[in-house]
């Protein structure tokens, strides 16, 4: 049977925002590097890098 993944991560390809997949809470979470919440710009709509490239079927 195949298993199917979600990706774990996304960046926004305007602001650079980046997400992390929390699978505790089931939800995305900014990303911290070093400290740094990497939150890009608050008035972005975000467009995730959704490209086709991420393989869902291992």
Known sequence: MARIVSPTER???CCGRR???DAAET???IAVEDG???A???H???E???NG???PLP
């Open 27 to 29: 939800t995305w979470r």
């Open 44 to 46: 972005c709509l975000h």
């Open 48 to 50: 995730w890098d959704i």
């Open 40 to 42: 890009g710009n608050p």
């Open 53 to 55: 490239a991420f393989n």
């Open 19 to 21: 997400d992390v997949w």
């Open 11 to 13: 960046t926004c390809e």
């Open 36 to 38: 740094e919440k990497l």
